[in-house]
Protein backbone atom coordinates (compact mmCIF):
# COMPACT_ATOMS: atom_id res chain seq x y z
CA UNK A 1 0.00 0.00 0.00
CA UNK A 2 1.60 3.12 -0.91
CA UNK A 3 1.41 5.88 1.96
CA UNK A 4 -1.12 8.53 2.50
CA UNK A 5 1.40 11.24 1.40
CA UNK A 6 2.67 9.88 -1.54
CA UNK A 7 -0.75 9.03 -2.51
CA UNK A 8 -1.45 12.53 -1.63
CA UNK A 9 1.18 13.94 -3.18
CA UNK A 10 1.22 11.92 -6.67
CA UNK A 11 -2.48 13.25 -7.05
CA UNK A 12 -0.69 16.62 -7.07
CA UNK A 13 1.98 16.55 -9.52
CA UNK A 14 0.38 19.46 -12.13
CA UNK A 15 0.26 21.69 -9.33
CA UNK A 16 3.52 21.39 -7.99
CA UNK A 17 5.17 21.40 -11.50
CA UNK A 18 2.97 25.00 -11.53
CA UNK A 19 4.02 26.12 -8.41
CA UNK A 20 7.72 25.34 -9.78
CA UNK A 21 7.03 27.10 -12.78
CA UNK A 22 5.80 30.29 -10.93
CA UNK A 23 8.75 30.30 -8.83
CA UNK A 24 11.05 30.16 -12.26
CA UNK A 25 9.08 32.86 -13.84
CA UNK A 26 10.06 35.18 -10.88
CA UNK A 27 13.84 35.19 -11.85
CA UNK A 28 15.83 36.00 -8.85
CA UNK A 29 19.30 36.75 -9.77
CA UNK A 30 21.66 37.10 -6.16
CA UNK A 31 22.38 40.73 -7.04
CA UNK A 32 19.94 42.28 -7.96
CA UNK A 33 17.36 42.50 -4.50
CA UNK A 34 14.74 44.10 -6.30
CA UNK A 35 13.92 40.99 -8.51
CA UNK A 36 14.89 38.63 -6.11
CA UNK A 37 12.65 39.92 -3.38
CA UNK A 38 9.80 39.78 -6.04
CA UNK A 39 10.53 35.69 -6.02
CA UNK A 40 10.78 35.85 -2.21
CA UNK A 41 7.01 37.59 -2.22
CA UNK A 42 6.33 34.47 -4.71
CA UNK A 43 7.63 32.06 -2.06
CA UNK A 44 5.88 33.55 1.39
CA UNK A 45 2.40 33.89 -1.05
CA UNK A 46 3.06 30.03 -2.04
CA UNK A 47 3.70 28.69 1.87
CA UNK A 48 0.58 30.61 3.30
CA UNK A 49 -1.78 29.34 0.56
CA UNK A 50 -0.44 26.02 1.07
CA UNK A 51 0.76 25.30 4.35
CA UNK A 52 -1.14 28.71 6.48
CA UNK A 53 1.29 28.23 9.21
CA UNK A 54 3.23 31.49 10.20
CA UNK A 55 5.81 33.53 8.38
CA UNK A 56 8.22 36.50 9.26
CA UNK A 57 10.11 38.50 6.87
CA UNK A 58 13.20 38.86 7.44
CA UNK A 59 14.75 42.29 6.02
CA UNK A 60 18.44 42.97 4.47
CA UNK A 61 19.95 45.50 3.08
CA UNK A 62 21.36 44.79 -0.31
CA UNK A 63 20.34 41.33 -0.83
CA UNK A 64 16.52 39.37 -1.01
CA UNK A 65 15.03 39.90 2.25
CA UNK A 66 14.78 36.39 3.52
CA UNK A 67 11.64 34.29 4.95
CA UNK A 68 11.21 32.08 8.36
CA UNK A 69 8.08 30.05 7.79
CA UNK A 70 6.42 27.87 10.56
CA UNK A 71 4.07 24.76 10.78
CA UNK A 72 3.13 23.31 13.91
CA UNK A 73 3.99 24.18 17.40
CA UNK A 74 7.18 22.52 19.85
CA UNK A 75 9.53 24.05 21.54
CA UNK A 76 12.14 21.79 19.24
CA UNK A 77 12.27 22.54 15.91
CA UNK A 78 13.12 20.74 12.81
CA UNK A 79 14.86 22.91 10.07
CA UNK A 80 14.47 23.14 6.81
CA UNK A 81 17.22 25.85 4.16
CA UNK A 82 16.49 27.00 1.09
CA UNK A 83 17.43 29.72 -1.15
CA UNK A 84 15.13 30.94 -3.85
CA UNK A 85 18.68 33.19 -5.79
CA UNK A 86 19.71 31.97 -8.53
CA UNK A 87 23.11 32.73 -10.72
CA UNK A 88 21.26 33.34 -13.58
CA UNK A 89 20.48 36.86 -14.97
CA UNK A 90 16.71 38.26 -15.93
CA UNK A 91 15.69 37.37 -19.25
CA UNK A 92 18.53 34.26 -19.30
CA UNK A 93 16.85 31.52 -20.20
CA UNK A 94 13.01 30.24 -21.53
CA UNK A 95 11.09 27.43 -19.29
CA UNK A 96 10.26 24.54 -21.96
CA UNK A 97 9.17 20.99 -20.88
CA UNK A 98 10.31 17.81 -23.25
CA UNK A 99 9.14 14.51 -22.41
CA UNK A 100 8.11 15.46 -18.76
CA UNK A 101 11.45 17.19 -18.28
CA UNK A 102 11.45 21.09 -17.23
CA UNK A 103 14.22 23.16 -18.22
CA UNK A 104 15.06 26.85 -17.06
CA UNK A 105 16.96 28.87 -15.28
CA UNK A 106 16.89 27.55 -11.20
CA UNK A 107 14.75 24.59 -11.58
CA UNK A 108 17.37 22.08 -10.23
CA UNK A 109 19.02 24.67 -8.01
CA UNK A 110 16.92 25.25 -6.18
CA UNK A 111 13.46 26.23 -7.03
CA UNK A 112 12.65 22.66 -7.59
CA UNK A 113 13.35 21.63 -3.87
CA UNK A 114 11.71 24.72 -2.64
CA UNK A 115 8.66 23.23 -4.77
CA UNK A 116 9.16 19.89 -2.75
CA UNK A 117 9.93 21.47 0.64
CA UNK A 118 6.59 23.86 0.00
CA UNK A 119 4.36 20.42 -0.72
CA UNK A 120 6.15 18.01 1.81
CA UNK A 121 4.93 20.44 4.65
CA UNK A 122 1.65 21.21 2.61
CA UNK A 123 0.95 17.35 2.55
CA UNK A 124 1.29 17.27 6.27
CA UNK A 125 -0.93 19.99 7.06
CA UNK A 126 -3.52 19.00 4.75
CA UNK A 127 -3.82 15.79 6.52
CA UNK A 128 -3.71 17.53 9.82
CA UNK A 129 -0.09 15.92 10.71
CA UNK A 130 0.75 17.34 13.98
CA UNK A 131 3.47 17.06 16.74
CA UNK A 132 5.49 18.09 19.46
CA UNK A 133 8.11 19.72 17.23
CA UNK A 134 7.29 22.55 15.04
CA UNK A 135 9.14 22.78 11.56
CA UNK A 136 10.70 25.65 10.74
CA UNK A 137 11.45 26.31 6.65
CA UNK A 138 14.19 29.35 6.41
CA UNK A 139 14.14 30.46 2.86
CA UNK A 140 17.05 32.48 2.04
CA UNK A 141 18.71 34.94 -0.91
CA UNK A 142 21.71 34.97 -1.32
CA UNK A 143 23.38 31.40 -1.25
CA UNK A 144 24.80 31.55 -4.53
CA UNK A 145 27.06 34.50 -3.65
CA UNK A 146 28.38 32.86 -0.53
CA UNK A 147 25.56 33.36 1.77
CA UNK A 148 27.46 36.51 3.64
CA UNK A 149 24.07 38.33 4.66
CA UNK A 150 22.08 35.10 5.28
CA UNK A 151 24.85 32.97 7.32
CA UNK A 152 23.91 34.52 11.01
CA UNK A 153 20.31 33.63 10.39
CA UNK A 154 21.25 30.14 9.11
CA UNK A 155 23.27 29.73 12.05
CA UNK A 156 21.23 30.76 14.82
CA UNK A 157 18.13 29.08 13.46
CA UNK A 158 20.30 25.63 13.25
CA UNK A 159 21.75 25.96 17.09
CA UNK A 160 17.60 26.25 17.80
CA UNK A 161 17.33 22.71 15.56
CA UNK A 162 17.34 19.06 16.08
CA UNK A 163 18.10 18.44 12.37
CA UNK A 164 18.68 20.25 9.44
CA UNK A 165 17.12 19.21 6.09
CA UNK A 166 18.22 21.14 2.70
CA UNK A 167 16.45 20.17 -0.39
CA UNK A 168 19.51 21.49 -2.57
CA UNK A 169 20.17 19.99 -6.03
CA UNK A 170 20.67 16.14 -5.84
CA UNK A 171 23.14 14.36 -7.52
CA UNK A 172 22.78 13.59 -10.88
CA UNK A 173 22.11 11.54 -12.81
CA UNK A 174 19.83 9.18 -9.80
CA UNK A 175 18.68 11.96 -6.98
CA UNK A 176 21.20 10.93 -4.63
CA UNK A 177 21.30 12.61 -1.38
CA UNK A 178 24.26 14.25 -0.24
CA UNK A 179 25.53 12.87 3.03
CA UNK A 180 28.84 14.91 2.45
CA UNK A 181 29.90 18.29 0.60
CA UNK A 182 33.70 19.51 0.31
CA UNK A 183 34.55 22.65 1.72
CA UNK A 184 35.83 25.82 0.13
CA UNK A 185 37.93 28.71 0.30
CA UNK A 186 38.62 30.97 -2.10
CA UNK A 187 41.63 33.41 -2.16
CA UNK A 188 43.11 36.94 -4.28
CA UNK A 189 46.90 36.74 -4.52
CA UNK A 190 48.49 40.05 -5.60
CA UNK A 191 51.87 40.20 -6.94
CA UNK A 192 53.42 43.62 -6.80
CA UNK A 193 56.75 44.21 -8.73
CA UNK A 194 59.21 46.49 -10.36
CA UNK A 195 58.22 48.01 -13.72
CA UNK A 196 60.94 49.09 -15.76
CA UNK A 197 61.87 48.74 -19.88
CA UNK A 198 62.00 44.69 -20.98
CA UNK A 199 64.86 46.16 -23.11
CA UNK A 200 66.99 48.65 -21.87
CA UNK A 201 68.35 46.87 -18.97
CA UNK A 202 66.72 43.20 -18.33
CA UNK A 203 68.49 43.32 -15.23
CA UNK A 204 66.47 46.07 -13.97
CA UNK A 205 62.77 46.26 -12.21
CA UNK A 206 60.94 42.48 -10.93
CA UNK A 207 57.65 41.19 -12.96
CA UNK A 208 54.86 40.38 -11.15
CA UNK A 209 53.55 37.83 -14.04
CA UNK A 210 56.60 36.14 -13.74
CA UNK A 211 56.80 35.59 -10.03
CA UNK A 212 52.81 35.10 -9.84
CA UNK A 213 53.75 32.33 -12.70
CA UNK A 214 56.46 30.32 -9.77
CA UNK A 215 53.51 30.86 -7.51
CA UNK A 216 51.08 29.38 -9.54
CA UNK A 217 53.54 26.50 -10.02
CA UNK A 218 53.80 25.91 -6.57
CA UNK A 219 50.42 26.39 -6.12
CA UNK A 220 49.49 23.10 -8.53
CA UNK A 221 51.24 20.82 -5.82
CA UNK A 222 48.90 21.53 -3.19
CA UNK A 223 46.25 19.42 -5.07
CA UNK A 224 45.78 15.75 -3.90
CA UNK A 225 42.80 14.42 -5.88
CA UNK A 226 43.28 10.64 -3.64
CA UNK A 227 42.74 13.04 -0.24
CA UNK A 228 40.22 15.22 -1.74
CA UNK A 229 42.21 18.51 -2.24
CA UNK A 230 41.98 20.64 -5.41
CA UNK A 231 43.42 23.96 -5.69
CA UNK A 232 42.11 25.84 -9.11
CA UNK A 233 43.70 28.80 -10.59
CA UNK A 234 40.46 30.33 -12.03
CA UNK A 235 41.62 34.12 -12.91
CA UNK A 236 44.40 35.98 -13.92
CA UNK A 237 45.29 39.32 -14.83
CA UNK A 238 48.51 41.54 -14.39
CA UNK A 239 50.63 43.88 -16.66
CA UNK A 240 49.81 46.78 -19.40
CA UNK A 241 52.58 46.43 -21.96
CA UNK A 242 54.56 43.54 -23.46
CA UNK A 243 57.56 45.53 -23.45
CA UNK A 244 57.72 46.50 -19.83
CA UNK A 245 57.88 44.13 -16.65
CA UNK A 246 54.94 44.17 -14.70
CA UNK A 247 54.77 46.03 -11.90
CA UNK A 248 51.11 44.12 -11.04
CA UNK A 249 49.54 40.40 -11.46
CA UNK A 250 46.57 38.75 -9.44
CA UNK A 251 45.01 35.38 -9.44
CA UNK A 252 42.10 34.02 -7.92
CA UNK A 253 42.27 30.92 -6.31
CA UNK A 254 39.74 28.16 -5.36
CA UNK A 255 40.33 24.92 -2.60
CA UNK A 256 37.93 22.44 -1.99
CA UNK A 257 38.97 19.95 0.50
CA UNK A 258 37.31 17.09 2.38
CA UNK A 259 37.86 17.80 6.25
CA UNK A 260 38.55 21.05 8.63
CA UNK A 261 41.76 19.95 9.13
CA UNK A 262 42.83 19.82 5.50
CA UNK A 263 41.19 23.15 4.67
CA UNK A 264 42.94 24.83 7.24
CA UNK A 265 46.57 23.72 6.73
CA UNK A 266 45.96 24.09 2.65
CA UNK A 267 44.62 27.69 3.60
CA UNK A 268 47.56 28.26 5.61
CA UNK A 269 50.46 27.64 3.58
CA UNK A 270 47.89 29.71 0.46
CA UNK A 271 48.11 32.71 2.69
CA UNK A 272 51.96 32.12 3.57
CA UNK A 273 53.60 32.83 0.43
CA UNK A 274 56.93 33.81 -0.03
CA UNK A 275 58.65 35.37 -3.47
CA UNK A 276 61.05 33.59 -5.51
CA UNK A 277 62.29 37.07 -7.54
CA UNK A 278 64.12 39.57 -5.71
CA UNK A 279 61.74 43.33 -5.52
CA UNK A 280 58.46 41.48 -5.99
CA UNK A 281 56.14 41.32 -2.74
CA UNK A 282 52.79 39.25 -2.14
CA UNK A 283 49.75 39.95 -0.89
CA UNK A 284 47.03 37.13 -0.24
CA UNK A 285 43.62 37.81 1.14
CA UNK A 286 40.47 35.55 1.35
CA UNK A 287 40.26 32.20 3.53
CA UNK A 288 37.79 29.66 4.11
CA UNK A 289 34.20 30.41 3.10
CA UNK A 290 32.36 27.23 3.67
CA UNK A 291 34.07 24.42 5.81
CA UNK A 292 33.13 20.70 4.64
CA UNK A 293 29.99 18.84 5.58
CA UNK A 294 31.72 16.04 6.83
CA UNK A 295 29.92 13.05 6.41
CA UNK A 296 29.15 11.89 10.06
CA UNK A 297 27.24 9.23 12.14
CA UNK A 298 24.31 11.47 12.63
CA UNK A 299 23.91 12.79 9.30
CA UNK A 300 24.15 9.20 8.18
CA UNK A 301 21.48 8.35 10.40
CA UNK A 302 19.26 11.11 8.94
CA UNK A 303 20.15 9.53 5.74
CA UNK A 304 19.26 6.26 6.11
CA UNK A 305 15.89 6.79 7.80
CA UNK A 306 15.03 8.69 4.34
CA UNK A 307 16.58 5.46 3.10
CA UNK A 308 14.28 3.11 4.06
CA UNK A 309 11.07 5.69 3.86
CA UNK A 310 12.19 5.75 -0.13
CA UNK A 311 12.11 1.91 0.24
CA UNK A 312 8.79 1.62 1.50
CA UNK A 313 7.67 3.90 -1.41
CA UNK A 314 9.01 1.67 -3.53
CA UNK A 315 12.62 3.05 -4.65
CA UNK A 316 16.11 3.10 -3.66
CA UNK A 317 18.08 6.15 -2.47
CA UNK A 318 22.06 6.34 -2.68
CA UNK A 319 24.01 8.44 -0.34
CA UNK A 320 27.32 10.42 -1.95
CA UNK A 321 29.41 13.38 -1.88
CA UNK A 322 29.62 16.30 -3.84
CA UNK A 323 32.49 18.62 -4.36
CA UNK A 324 29.96 21.73 -4.77
CA UNK A 325 29.23 23.61 -1.33
CA UNK A 326 25.47 24.82 0.21
CA UNK A 327 24.47 26.42 3.62
CA UNK A 328 24.37 23.11 4.85
CA UNK A 329 28.14 22.77 5.18
CA UNK A 330 27.62 26.01 7.51
CA UNK A 331 24.79 24.08 9.83
CA UNK A 332 27.01 20.68 9.64
CA UNK A 333 29.95 22.71 10.85
CA UNK A 334 28.18 23.51 14.03
CA UNK A 335 27.57 19.85 14.45
CA UNK A 336 23.87 20.12 13.95
CA UNK A 337 23.05 16.85 12.00
CA UNK A 338 22.23 17.80 8.41
CA UNK A 339 21.54 16.20 5.28
CA UNK A 340 21.70 17.93 2.02
CA UNK A 341 20.80 17.32 -1.82
CA UNK A 342 17.10 16.42 -0.82
CA UNK A 343 15.87 18.52 -4.38
CA UNK A 344 14.24 16.21 -7.12
CA UNK A 345 16.08 14.46 -9.44
CA UNK A 346 17.64 16.34 -11.96
CA UNK A 347 20.57 17.90 -13.59
CA UNK A 348 22.71 21.09 -15.41
CA UNK A 349 22.93 23.65 -11.84
CA UNK A 350 24.43 26.98 -13.12
CA UNK A 351 24.30 25.26 -16.67
CA UNK A 352 22.71 25.69 -19.93
CA UNK A 353 20.57 22.41 -19.73
CA UNK A 354 19.55 22.98 -16.02
CA UNK A 355 16.38 21.12 -15.55
CA UNK A 356 14.08 18.66 -12.89
CA UNK A 357 11.89 15.23 -14.03
CA UNK A 358 8.69 16.19 -13.12
CA UNK A 359 7.07 13.45 -12.37
CA UNK A 360 9.87 13.13 -9.35
CA UNK A 361 9.09 16.07 -7.56
CA UNK A 362 5.82 14.02 -5.65
CA UNK A 363 8.52 11.42 -4.77
CA UNK A 364 10.75 13.86 -3.20
CA UNK A 365 7.82 15.91 -1.61
CA UNK A 366 6.81 12.42 -0.09
CA UNK A 367 9.84 11.46 0.97
CA UNK A 368 10.32 14.59 3.23
CA UNK A 369 6.96 14.59 4.44
CA UNK A 370 7.05 10.77 5.83
CA UNK A 371 10.77 11.99 7.12
CA UNK A 372 9.04 14.83 8.98
CA UNK A 373 6.17 13.32 10.21
CA UNK A 374 8.05 11.03 12.15
CA UNK A 375 10.55 13.13 13.31
CA UNK A 376 7.77 15.54 14.57
CA UNK A 377 7.23 13.45 17.40
CA UNK A 378 10.34 13.93 19.79
ZN1 LIG B 1 21.89 25.89 -4.58
Known amino acids: ?30 TDKSL ?45 IGHFDTVWDQGALSIEKRDGIL ?22 AANHVTGNRKVVFLATSDEEIGSHASRELIEAEAKKSVCVLVPESSI ?21 GIPSHAGHDPRAGANAIEELALQIADLRQLTDIDAGISVNVGLISGGTRVNVK ?63 IAHAHGYEVNEGLSG ?14 TVDGLGPVGDGAHARNEHVVVANLPYRAA ?3 DFLRTNIHR
Open 367 to 369: LLA
Open 172 to 192: PPNGDIKTARKGIADFTITVK
Open 1 to 30: MLSDMLSYLLARETEMEQTLITLMQAESPS
Open 103 to 124: YGPGAFDMKGGLTVALYAIHAL
Open 324 to 337: GGSDGNFTAALGIP
Open 246 to 308: AEHAQAGVDLRFMTKEQGEAVAHKIMNRTPYIAGTTITVTGGINRYPLERTAQGVDLFVQLQS
Open 36 to 80: VDQCGQVLQAEFTRLVGGSVTRISQTHTGDCYRCTYGEGDEQILI
